[in-house]
């Protein structure tokens, strides 16, 4: 069975710094892509960026552009969501997701795996 495992969240000061982690297990990852979403309180699962595992290429949502990081290490097929310069906007659960195509997609409803999120609560 697919899992995907988030790790790394918490409560941070603005203008601070959280690493997020994402282990993948029986994912046939180099045919994938993956994605970070979050979801604040009330509102929609929003996407944060993406990474196609074959060739690392990224991309970001403008609300995190400069500011977030995905990367990926192969030997322990985990993806990670640096992020710095955090604000108060930021808050939410943060989901790693997971789909057997690599390009590009935004909406939550193209992806066929998630993990159970982590609570990222930036505070003033």
């Known amino acids: 069975q697919v899992q995907l495992v988030e790790s790394g969240g918490g409560l941070v000061q603005a203008g601070g710094s959280l690493r997020l982690s994402c282990a993948a297990s029986?994912?046939?990852?180099?045919?994938?892509?993956l994605a970070w979403f979050r979801q604040a309180l009330g509102k929609e699962r929003e996407f944060v960026g993406h990474i196609s595992w074959s060739t690392g290429s990224t991309y970001y949502a403008d609300s995190v552009k400069g500011r977030f990081t995905i990367s990926r290490d192969n030997a322990k097929n985990t993806m990670y969501l640096q992020m710095n310069t955090l604000r108060i906007e930021d808050t939410a659960i943060y989901y790693c997701a997971a789909r057997p195509e690599t390009d590009v997609i935004l909406s939550p409803l193209a992806y066929n795996y998630w993990g159970q999120g982590t609570q990222v609560t930036v505070s003033s």
């Open positions: 029986r994912l046939t990852l180099p045919n994938y892509g």
